[in-house]
């Protein structure tokens, strides 16, 4: 009875066992008797409607086929274009691999996600600024992390951010794991990290919560707002001082590698 309904509030299981059962709880008691019985309290979050049911599975499958670099490209897709399909002559790719996360966010200095504390009423002595571009990060595993500031989420920007991390992770094979973003996906982002020796593991749909870089970018907002800055470029130096600080800590991807990567298979 309770599976068919839910999710339910307080009053309304309070409702339910009047009328069904002739039986009234004591608001205190209720969610003692609750959690007994194995129900949860939680803020009901919205199922993405594009999310596959078994995303994790679907995930798993796709490291394993870009660890095994047996086959053609690994980021050639059936119909696209045979030319260009071959790693720079001054990319090499056999010192090992590096295992990263990428993905762009929009932090802002006016982001008022954390408490602070305040003798008098809350609140800002001055403007805040405002920055209209995207921080474009790779939150390396194993390797170096490295984030740059684009106007716009582009292809062409996106591949610009691909070059830093191959320059920053010199001699290794990258696998970058990433969402579906148009610019993501676009035979010229996958051609490019091809090039660029770089294997893309594409998220399943609707799946942000198994890139762990999404936490990397929550840790980061919370720990710098809100700030105040002279100006943007100010906040942008910020921005890369904090994520460099923040992505030495490999935490945020424990869990992501114990479910996804088998560590005695990994080079």
Same mark, same amino acid.
């Given at each position: 009875?309770?599976?068919?309904?839910?999710?339910?509030?307080?009053?309304?299981?309070?409702?339910?066992?009047?009328?069904?059962?002739?039986?009234? #709880?004591?608001?205190? #008691?209720?969610?003692?008797?609750?959690?007994?019985?194995?129900?949860?309290?939680?803020?009901?979050?919205?199922?993405?409607?594009?999310?596959?049911?078994?995303?994790?599975?679907?995930?798993?499958?796709?490291?394993?086929?870009?660890?095994?670099?047996?086959?053609?490209?690994?980021?050639?897709? @059936?119909?696209?274009?045979?030319?260009?399909?071959?790693?720079?002559?001054?990319?090499?790719?056999?010192?090992?691999?590096?295992?990263?996360?990428?993905?762009?966010?929009?932090?802002?200095?006016?982001?008022?996600?954390?408490?602070?504390? #305040?003798?008098?009423?809350?609140?800002?002595?001055?403007?805040?600024?405002?920055?209209?571009?995207?921080?474009?990060?790779?939150?390396?595993?194993?390797?170096?992390?490295?984030?740059?500031?684009?106007?716009?989420?582009?292809?062409?920007?996106?591949?610009?951010?691909?070059?830093?991390?191959?320059?920053?992770?010199?001699?290794?094979?990258?696998?970058?794991?990433?969402? @579906?973003?148009?610019?993501?996906?676009?035979? #010229?982002?996958?051609?490019?990290?091809?090039?660029? &020796?770089?294997?893309?593991?594409?998220?399943?749909? &609707?799946?942000?919560?198994?890139?762990?870089?999404?936490?990397?970018?929550?840790?980061?907002?919370?720990?710098?707002?809100?700030?105040?800055?002279?100006?943007?470029?100010?906040?942008?130096?910020?921005?890369?001082?904090?994520?460099?600080?923040?992505?030495?800590?490999?935490?945020?991807?424990?869990?992501?590698?114990?479910?996804?990567?088998?560590?005695?298979?990994?080079?």
């Amino acid at each position: 009875m309770l599976r068919d309904g839910q999710p339910w509030k307080s009053q309304e299981i309070q409702h339910l066992l009047k009328e069904e059962f002739d039986v009234e #709880y004591h608001p205190d #008691y209720l969610g003692k008797f609750l959690r007994e019985l194995g129900l949860s309290y939680a803020k009901p979050r919205p199922k993405r409607p594009h999310r596959p049911e078994n995303p994790e599975e679907i995930l798993d499958e796709r490291v394993g086929d870009a660890l095994d670099e047996d086959g053609g490209p690994h980021n050639r897709e @059936k119909g696209d274009d045979k030319e260009g399909w071959t790693v720079d002559d001054d990319v090499c790719t056999d010192g090992g691999t590096v295992l990263g996360f990428f993905d762009a966010s929009q932090p802002q200095p006016y982001d008022n996600s954390r408490r602070v504390w #305040y003798v008098d009423d809350p609140h800002v002595e001055r403007p805040l600024v405002k920055t209209e571009d995207s921080a474009v990060g790779f939150y390396a595993l194993n390797g170096e992390s490295t984030v740059r500031w684009k106007k716009t989420e582009e292809k062409e920007r996106i591949c610009e951010v691909l070059e830093v991390v191959r320059e920053q992770n010199p001699g290794k094979r990258i696998l970058l794991v990433l969402d @579906k973003h148009g610019s993501h996906v676009c035979e #010229y982002t996958r051609k490019r990290a091809h090039q660029l &020796g770089i294997s893309l593991i594409f998220l399943p749909s &609707g799946s942000p919560h198994l890139n762990p870089i999404e936490q990397v970018w929550k840790y980061l907002k919370w720990t710098m707002a809100p700030i105040i800055v002279e100006d943007e470029d100010e906040f942008h130096e910020l921005v890369k001082d904090v994520f460099e600080q923040v992505t030495q800590r490999i935490s945020f991807a424990k869990d992501w590698c114990q479910k996804f990567l088998d560590l005695q298979k990994f080079p």
